[in-house]
């Protein structure tokens, strides 16, 4: 989301933006790269070659998110576990779902990702194709929000409604319990 000859990403996107833009890329499949500054918030976007860069004031709440979100990022499933982008729907007459995008992670451990890339709020159900949990109990965190629910296996595969603010995104750890 963010290299040397782009403008830094909290330029583009602004802080707010930026977080979703991270858990969007950096949470799909392949090499994940991070730009010198991005972790702290620089906006500065200056030549790789001239190999110096000013004092710039560093995002307290961006460095706080960066923590939790590459710390759940260390799980080895996001290097090892399978991706799949996972089915999302509304309701008759309302199609706020198609701006949520979801995809989940499979491994040692599962993680399900859901994001909201528009300027509304939207709405929708998502549903995973993990039929096993299907009768289980399950505990969803998101580490990068600080929040847990409780939620039926059978939601997860038959559609678990997510509603989520403008560029605001789920990334929950799935333990079924």
């Given at each position: 989301?963010e290299?040397?000859?782009?403008?830094?990403?909290?330029?583009?996107?602004?802080?707010?933006?930026?977080?979703?833009?991270?858990?969007?890329?950096?949470?799909?499949?392949?090499?994940?790269?991070?730009?010198?500054?991005?972790?702290?918030?620089?906006?500065?976007?200056?030549?790789?070659?001239?190999?110096?860069?000013?004092?710039?004031?560093?995002?307290?709440?961006?460095?706080?998110?960066?923590?939790?979100?590459?710390?759940?990022?260390?799980?080895?499933?996001?290097?090892?576990g399978?991706?799949?982008l996972?089915?999302?729907?509304?309701w008759?007459?309302?199609?706020?779902?198609?701006?949520?995008?979801?995809?989940?992670?499979?491994?040692?451990?599962?993680?399900?990702?859901?994001?909201?890339?528009?300027?509304?709020?939207?709405?929708?159900?998502?549903?995973?194709?993990?039929?096993?949990?299907?009768?289980?109990?399950?505990?969803?965190?998101?580490?990068?929000?600080?929040?847990?629910?409780?939620?039926?296996?059978?939601?997860?595969?038959?559609?678990?409604?997510?509603?989520?603010?403008?560029?605001?995104?789920?990334?929950?750890?799935?333990?079924?319990?």
């Amino acid at each position: 989301m963010e290299n040397h000859d782009e403008p830094r990403a909290v330029s583009a996107f602004g802080s707010a933006r930026s977080r979703v833009a991270a858990v969007t890329a950096l949470t799909q499949t392949g090499a994940r790269l991070v730009h010198n500054g991005q972790l702290e918030g620089a906006t500065v976007h200056l030549p790789v070659f001239l190999g110096r860069y000013p004092s710039e004031p560093t995002d307290s709440d961006l460095i706080s998110f960066y923590r939790s979100f590459l710390t759940a990022m260390a799980d080895p499933t996001f290097r090892n576990g399978r991706w799949q982008l996972c089915d999302r729907s509304g309701w008759p007459g309302d199609d706020r779902y198609q701006d949520l995008i979801a995809w989940c992670w499979q491994g040692d451990t599962r993680w399900l990702i859901v994001v909201n890339l528009s300027d509304g709020t939207r709405a929708g159900e998502v549903r995973t194709q993990w039929a096993d949990l299907r009768g289980r109990q399950c505990h969803l965190t998101d580490p990068t929000h600080h929040i847990a629910f409780v939620r039926s296996g059978d939601d997860l595969v038959n559609g678990l409604f997510v509603e989520l603010e403008a560029w605001q995104w789920h990334m929950f750890r799935v333990e079924p319990r």
